[in-house]
C-alpha cells in the first residue's frame, strides 16, 4: 500500500480504489480502526442481502403489474427503486467518506471509529423502524414490553429511527472530518 500525502508529506499520489467496488477494500486496508473494518465486512453483506432483496421484490412487482399499462403502477416500480437507494446508501457512505478521507488527507482512528459507531447505529435504527412498521395483521403477540411499544406506534413513525441515524452519520462526519492525527 502507498502512503497518502498527509503520511508522506508530499504531494504524491494517492492510491486509487476505483469507485465504489474499490473503495470498500481501499478502506478496509487504510483503517487502523478494528471497528470500522468489522463495519466494512457488515456493510458489504448487508447491502448485498439488501439489493438482492430488493432486486428479488423488484421481479416480483414486475410479475404482478406486468399486465397493467402504465400509471400507478410504473410509479410504483420506480418508487420501490428508490425506497432500496434510500435503504443501501447509507449503508455505504461511512465507507466511503472514510475511503475519501484516508485518499485525500489522510484520517483519524477517532474518525473511523465514530463513523463506524454512527453506521451500527444506523443499521440497529433499521431494524427498529421494521419492526414499528410491521402491519397489525402480521405482528405476532410478544412478552417484551418493548416490542409491544413499537407495534403500538403508528406505522408511519417507522420512518424516525432511520431518518434520526443518518442525521447522526451526518452530524458525526460534520464534527469530525477536520479531525487529523498529528
Not at 14 to 38: D, I, T, V
Not at 54 to 80: D, P
Not at 148 to 159: D, H, I, K, T, V
Amino acid at each position: 500500500m502507498t502512503d497518502t500525502p498527509a503520511e508522506t508529506g508530499t504531494d504524491a499520489v494517492p492510491e486509487p480504489y476505483n469507485g465504489l467496488p474499490g473503495a470498500f477494500p481501499y478502506a478496509f486496508r487504510a483503517s487502523e480502526s478494528l471497528l470500522f473494518k468489522g463495519y466494512v465486512a457488515l456493510a458489504v453483506l448487508l447491502s448485498l442481502s439488501i439489493g438482492l432483496g430488493f432486486v428479488l421484490g423488484l421481479v416480483v412487482l414486475f410479475g404482478q403489474s406486468a399486465a397493467v399499462a402504465g400509471g400507478t403502477f410504473t410509479f410504483s416500480r420506480a418508487f420501490f427503486v428508490f425506497v432500496g437507494a434510500l435503504v443501501v446508501a447509507p449503508l455505504l457512505a461511512p465507507v466511503l467518506l472514510v475511503a475519501r478521507r484516508h485518499r485525500r488527507t489522510g484520517s483519524s482512528l477517532r474518525y473511523d471509529r465514530a463513523l463506524a459507531l454512527s453506521a451500527l447505529v444506523f443499521v440497529a435504527s433499521l431494524y427498529v423502524g421494521l419492526v414499528v412498521s410491521v402491519p397489525p395483521d402480521l405482528q405476532e403477540p410478544t412478552g417484551s414490553a418493548v416490542i409491544g411499544l413499537l407495534y403500538a406506534l403508528p406505522q408511519l413513525a417507522g420512518l424516525a429511527p432511520p431518518l434520526l441515524a443518518v442525521g447522526l452519520m451526518y452530524a458525526v462526519h460534520r464534527r469530525l472530518r477536520r479531525d487529523v492525527d498529528e
